[in-house]
C-alpha cells in the first residue's frame, strides 16, 4: 500500500461561540518519537473520542492513542448546532418501501440519540441538556404543505408531533417570522463543545490523547500501519481514521463523500430587557423546512446562533474578514425575525466542516486489513457518530452486535461524480436551493 498524505492540513478558527463560552483547557502533549500502540485513532471528534473509550473498556490491557491535528473535540463536534434528533424532515415518501427506508433510518437516528443519553445519564453530563423537542419551520406558505406531508408521515409512524401557526407559534418562538412549524417530540438540543469535552474526560487510563499533531503521512508497512506526525511516529496493527469531513484529505473515500463548510453566528446572551421585548420563550431549536434555509436557536442562556450558509470551499478554514462577510448574512437573518433587537450582537462567528454523501448514507467500513474508517453523517454528526465510534471499537475488538447489523444494513454512500464536475455541480445546487430558500434564510 503507497503511503498515503494529509493534504491540505486541517486549521480552525478561534471563533467558535460554543467553545469560547467554556473556560480555557490545557492541551495535551503533542505525538513526540516513536511509539508502538495496540490500537490507534486519527480524528478525536465525537467518533474517535466515543472508540477509543469503549475499545479501552473492551480490552483494559491494550495500548490505545488517539491522535488529533489540532485540539480534541474542537473541530466540527464543537462547531454544530447542537442537534441530537431521531426523526429527520422527510415531506412523505408514502409508499412501502419509502416508509420502510425511512422506518430503518429513523431507527438508526434514535440508536444514536439513545447511545448518547445513556452516557449523560451514566456520567452525569452536563452539557445543556435540553428534551424539549425542535421544530421544522417555514416562513413561506407556499412550503407549509411539505411539513403536513411530514406530519403525515410521523402519524403513520406513531411519532409524537403537532403542526403550530398563528399567535401560539409567534408566543413560543418569540417571533413572527414563520406561518407554521412542525414540532417533534424526539429532538435534543444540547451545547455541542460540553459534550465533547465530557468525551475527553472519559477517556480511560489505557488511553494516550495527543493534540497538536496533525499526521503528515500513513502507510502500511507489513502486518501494522505507520502513522506519521511532524515530531513522531506511531506504530499499530489497527487503524481506525475517524475524521469525517477531512476523509477526502487522507486519501479515502474521495467518489463516496464530499465536504462542505457551514458558518454560524451566536449572539452574547440577550439582557433582561432584550429577552423581555420579544416575550421571554423558552429555549428552542428550529430547522428549515427548505433545504438551505437558516437553522436558528435560542440558548438556555438566551443567545441566538444563525446558520444559513453552506459552501464549497477550497480552504481547510476562513480569515476573519471572510467570516465577517457572512456575518453580515447571518445579521440579516436574525434581523428577519427579531427586529426589536440590535444590530451589534453577535460577539462570534466561526466555520465548520461536515461531509455528505449523494444519498444521505453513512460510512462505516473496513477498508483492508484491520484499516477501519467512519464517518458521513450527514448533518447528524452528535448521535451517529458515538454510536459509529462505539460500534467500532466493538467491530475492532472482533464483536458483533445488533447496532453493527443496523448500520450495515443501511446504504451505502453512493458513487459520486468525479472531480471537478462534483464541485461545479455541488456549488449549482448549493446556489439553486439557496434561491428557492431566499425568504428562509
Known amino acids: 500500500m503507497n503511503s498515503k498524505v494529509f493534504s491540505p492540513l486541517p486549521v480552525n478558527d478561534q471563533a467558535c461561540g460554543w467553545t469560547q463560552a467554556l473556560p480555557s483547557r490545557q492541551a495535551n502533549a503533542s505525538l513526540q518519537d516513536e511509539h508502538i500502540a495496540d490500537f490507534v485513532i486519527v480524528g478525536a471528534g465525537y467518533t474517535g473520542l466515543s472508540a477509543a473509550r469503549k475499545f479501552a473498556q473492551l480490552n483494559p490491557n491494550a495500548k490505545i ?21 431521531d426523526s429527520t424532515l422527510n415531506d412523505g415518501h408514502m409508499s412501502d418501501t419509502g416508509l420502510q427506508q425511512y422506518r430503518e433510518k429513523y431507527a438508526l437516528n434514535k440508536a444514536g440519540v439513545d447511545c448518547v443519553s445513556r452516557l449523560v445519564n451514566e456520567y452525569q453530563i452536563d452539557c445543556d441538556w435540553d428534551a424539549s423537542g425542535k421544530f421544522h419551520a417555514t416562513a413561506v406558505p407556499a412550503h407549509e404543505p411539505k411539513l403536513q406531508r411530514f406530519s403525515e408521515l410521523l402519524q403513520e409512524l406513531e411519532l409524537e408531533h403537532r403542526l403550530i401557526s ?106 433582561d430587557s432584550e429577552y423581555a421585548s420579544i416575550g421571554s420563550p423558552s429555549a428552542w431549536g428550529l430547522l428549515s423546512a427548505q433545504a438551505m434555509g437558516a437553522t436558528v436557536r435560542l440558548t438556555q442562556d438566551r443567545r441566538i446562533m444563525v446558520r ?69 453523517y450527514n448533518g447528524g454528526g452528535i448521535g451517529l457518530a458515538t454510536l459509529f465510534g462505539e460500534q467500532m471499537a466493538y467491530r475492532a475488538s472482533g464483536h458483533m452486535t445488533d447496532a453493527i447489523a ?25 446556489i439553486r436551493d439557496s434561491f428557492i430558500a431566499r425568504k428562509e434564510n
Not at 190 to 201: E, M
Not at 346 to 373: R, Y
Open 308 to 376: 444559513n450558509t453552506a459552501e464549497v470551499w477550497p480552504a481547510m478554514n476562513m480569515s476573519a474578514s471572510q467570516l465577517n462577510q457572512r456575518k453580515r448574512i447571518h445579521l440579516r437573518g436574525l434581523k428577519r425575525r427579531f427586529p426589536e433587537l440590535g444590530t451589534d450582537l453577535f460577539d462570534s462567528c466561526w466555520a465548520g466542516v461536515t461531509c455528505i454523501s449523494g444519498n444521505n448514507g453513512q460510512v462505516f467500513d473496513q477498508l483492508e486489513s484491520k484499516l477501519l474508517v467512519a464517518g458521513c
Open 166 to 271: 398563528g399567535a401560539e407559534l409567534k408566543q413560543r418562538l418569540g417571533t413572527g417570522y414563520y406561518t407554521q412549524a412542525l414540532w417533534t417530540a424526539g429532538g435534543i438540543m444540547l451545547q455541542p463543545a460540553k459534550l465533547a469535552r465530557a468525551y475527553i474526560s472519559l477517556l480511560p487510563d489505557n488511553v494516550t490523547l495527543y493534540e497538536n499533531s496533525p499526521v503528515l503521512t500513513w502507510r502500511k508497512q507489513g502486518a501494522d500501519f505507520l502513522v506519521s506526525t511532524p515530531m513522531g511516529q506511531v506504530k499499530t496493527p489497527k487503524l481506525l481514521m475517524a475524521v469525517n469531513g477531512f476523509m477526502a484529505s487522507a486519501g479515502l473515500k474521495r467518489k463516496r463523500a464530499f465536504p462542505l463548510t457551514l458558518t454560524a453566528s451566536m449572539t452574547r446572551p440577550l439582557n
Open 65 to 85: 492513542i488517539i491522535i488529533d491535528a489540532q485540539r480534541a473535540g474542537e473541530g466540527a463536534s464543537a462547531r454544530n448546532s447542537g442537534y441530537l434528533v
Open 406 to 430: 443496523m448500520i450495515q444494513a443501511r446504504p451505502k454512500p453512493n458513487r459520486l461524480p468525479p472531480q471537478p464536475i462534483l464541485r461545479w455541480g455541488v456549488r449549482l445546487r448549493l
